[in-house]
T-cell receptor
Framework: QQQVKQSPQSLIVQKGGISIINCAYE??????FPWYQQFPGKGPALLIA?????SEKKEGRFTISFNKSAKQFSLHIMDSQPGDSATYFC??????????FGPGTRLSVLP | EAQVTQNPRYLITVTGKKLTVTCSQN?????MSWYRQDPGLGLRQIYY???????DKGDVPEGYKVSRKEKRNFPLILESPSPNQTSLYFC?????????????FGPGTRLTVT
């Protein structure tokens, strides 16, 4: 069974701080690495995604850093806001095959 | 409005009583998938379909069946539900190929099997 490991399990950050969530994978055949955000009572929604031939991607306050040799990638949320409080899932996908999600990180941003 | 719909949203049933959870999307997506979400385990893929009449097992297919007779519909069937299938279920759809990373999720179905 393919795996994506994710840490920490939960994270508490003060408003304006930086939130960092880390993921690691084993299968080198993955083609894309998306991050999903899930609010309580809702389905996950795509936040940002990166290809393995790119080392960093930034969209607003959200940045993915990707280290292909270490098989690790991370999500950085700059200037964290209370509205960012949610569960975050990293994932890995093989085109035309299956999606593998990490176990999730519950982020709480204190006002 | 582009969306993935699931029905029912909540379901309580008894062990062994066959049930179907429906999933429908209006975005003409080729790829559809079912997941179960359990605390501490994240989302685990049950089955996926790359197009009509094409389905494949995900990581946790035991005890589930699916069919894809129409592009827009992808029902999940539990022929003999057991308590360990109590979970939150999500259906998702996307384009196929390089765009498949952007999955659109339904609102979820909370299933309790007693």
């Amino acid at each position: 069974q393919q795996q994506v490991k994710q840490s920490p399990q939960s994270l508490i950050v003060q408003k304006g701080g930086i939130s960092i969530i880390n993921c690691a994978y084993e299968n080198t055949a993955f083609d894309y690495f998306p991050w999903y955000q899930q609010f309580p009572g809702k389905g996950p929604a795509l936040l940002i995604a990166i290809r393995p031939d790119v080392s960093e991607k930034k969209e607003g306050r959200f940045t993915i850093s990707f280290n292909k040799s270490a098989k690790q990638f991370s999500l950085h949320i700059m200037d964290s806001q209370p509205g960012d409080s949610a569960t975050y899932f990293c994932a890995a996908i093989n085109y035309g095959q299956n999606f593998v999600f990490g176990p999730g990180t519950r982020l709480s941003v204190l006002p | 409005e582009a969306q993935v719909t699931q029905n029912p949203r909540y379901l309580i049933t008894v062990t062994g009583k066959k049930l179907t959870v429906t999933c429908s999307q209006n975005m003409n997506h080729e790829y559809m998938s079912w997941y179960r979400q359990d605390p501490g385990l994240g989302l685990r893929q049950i089955y996926y379909s790359m197009n009509v009449e094409v389905t494949d097992k995900g990581d946790v297919p035991e005890g589930y069946k699916v069919s894809r007779k129409e592009k827009r519909n992808f029902p999940l069937i539990l022929e003999s539900p057991s308590p360990n299938q109590t979970s939150l279920y999500f259906c998702a759809s996307s384009l196929f190929g390089e765009e498949a990373y952007e999955q659109y999720f339904g609102p979820g179905t909370r299933l309790t099997v007693t």
